[in-house]
């Protein structure tokens, strides 16, 4: 049985759909939540393209707050949750919370990229498949 859930969230519609699941399976199993949101690093590029990167990063950092702010006053009062926010690839920081956090479940949202865009560009979802030795429960788009 489930008793300590991760679930990963960023700004797509089934990032939120993985978060009702999880809360949904959190309440069932009277587990324990922890919701993770990771700002990606900006990639040194950006530099160079004349981009405010430091504006940027802090844009990108206020949005996964607010997104963790708006997702924890959205849960039932008597689920215990935990917030965290990261900073790096995604894959990798989902990864290590997973070990840290001692999670025995991870709901993550697909975005449904497709074969081909997955096989060239990578996924989150697949790095952390690759990655952790937990169940997955990967929540696809709807069609």
């Known amino acids: 049985m489930f008793r ?19 809360i949904e399976l959190a309440e069932a199993l009277n587990a324990r939540l922890t919701i993770i949101s990771i700002v990606p690093h900006i990639p040194s590029f950006a530099y160079r393209a004349g981009i405010d990167v430091g504006a940027l990063e802090q844009e990108a950092e206020k949005e996964s707050e607010k997104l963790l702010r708006d997702s ?28 840290a956090g001692h999670h025995d479940l991870v709901v993550m949202g697909s975005r449904g990229l497709g074969r081909v865009t997955a096989n060239l560009f990578g ?21």
Do not use: C, W
């Not at 690759?130 to 709807?142: Q, Y």
């Open 4 to 22: 300590n859930i991760l679930v990963a969230l960023d700004s797509s519609p089934t990032a939120q759909r993985a978060l009702q699941e999880a």
């Open 72 to 99: 924890v006053a959205g849960l039932p009062e008597d689920l215990p949750v935990t917030t965290v926010l990261k900073h790096g690839h995604p894959g990798e920081e989902i990864v290590k919370q997973i070990d």
């Open 123 to 143: 996924t989150v979802g697949g790095y952390v498949h690759f990655h952790s030795h937990v169940a997955m429960l990967v929540v696809h788009p709807d069609e």
